[in-house]
């Protein structure tokens, strides 16, 4: 196991609560929470849907992909990477190693989750059928690229925290 990156890292389909679980479990344990979207938002100062929109899907991606490699660089908190990041082989060879918790949702809970909020562009349209299509195609990837997994399906924060730190404790004794 890599000892120096972060505590852990949260993959997972959008909606499975990577941020808000992320969030509440770095404060918990008294580190800093980061996350690949707002990084690249930050570095870019343009919001996800806009570089979607301005510059496509591919740019974005290769945004992304250095975004996850810096940060499993840096980072030694709680860290959330895009839903779709782990479509990139390189991104999941650069999770080899780490400790990654794979957040999963069924549909009715994603779709409670993603009506607060920020925009998705991958999700435009149809919602639904493009959230199970997206989460089918990639939950193989999560699954490969995953230590544990957790599902939190009408779990609190707190109790998907705590469920987070059980497969934790469990994956490693
Ligand atoms: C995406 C998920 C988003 C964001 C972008 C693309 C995807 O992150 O990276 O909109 O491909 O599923 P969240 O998983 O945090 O929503």
Same mark, same amino acid.
Request: charged share 25%.
């Given at each position: 196991?890599?000892?120096?990156?972060?505590?852990?890292?949260?993959?997972?389909?959008?909606?499975?609560?990577?941020?808000?679980?992320?969030?509440?479990?770095?404060?918990?344990?008294?580190?800093?929470?980061?996350?690949?979207?707002?990084?690249?938002?930050?570095?870019?100062?343009?919001?996800?849907?806009?570089?979607?929109?301005?510059?496509?899907?591919?740019?974005?991606?290769?945004?992304?992909?250095?975004? &996850?490699?810096? =940060? +499993?660089?840096? @980072?030694?908190? /709680?860290?959330?990477?895009? *839903?779709? %990041?782990?479509?990139?082989?390189? &991104?999941?060879? =650069? +999770?080899?190693? @780490?400790?990654? /918790?794979?957040?999963?949702? *069924?549909? %009715?809970?994603?779709?409670?989750?993603?009506?607060?909020?920020?925009?998705?562009?991958?999700? /435009?349209?149809?919602?639904? *059928?493009?959230?199970?299509?997206?989460?089918?195609?990639?939950?193989?990837?999560?699954?490969?690229?995953?230590?544990?997994?957790?599902?939190?399906?009408?779990?609190?924060?707190?109790?998907?925290?705590?469920?987070?730190?059980?497969?934790?404790?469990?994956?490693?004794?």
């Amino acid at each position: 196991m890599i000892e120096h990156g972060p505590r852990v890292v949260l993959v997972g389909p959008p909606g499975s609560g990577k941020s808000t679980i992320g969030r509440r479990l770095a404060e918990r344990w008294g580190v800093r929470f980061r996350d690949t979207d707002l990084d690249i938002e930050r570095s870019t100062g343009r919001s996800i849907s806009d570089l979607f929109v301005e510059q496509g899907e591919e740019h974005f991606r290769t945004l992304e992909r250095q975004a &996850v490699t810096t =940060a +499993l660089a840096e @980072h030694q908190g /709680v860290l959330a990477i895009g *839903g779709g %990041a782990v479509m990139s082989e390189q &991104v999941r060879q =650069a +999770l080899g190693g @780490h400790r990654v /918790v794979s957040l999963d949702v *069924g549909l %009715a809970a994603a779709m409670q989750r993603l009506q607060m909020n920020r925009s998705r562009p991958l999700l /435009v349209g149809n919602v639904r *059928g493009r959230w199970q299509e997206l989460a089918d195609e990639r939950r193989p990837l999560y699954v490969e690229v995953a230590t544990t997994s957790v599902l939190t399906d009408g779990l609190t924060i707190n109790q998907a925290v705590d469920a987070v730190e059980l497969a934790l404790n469990q994956a490693v004794s």
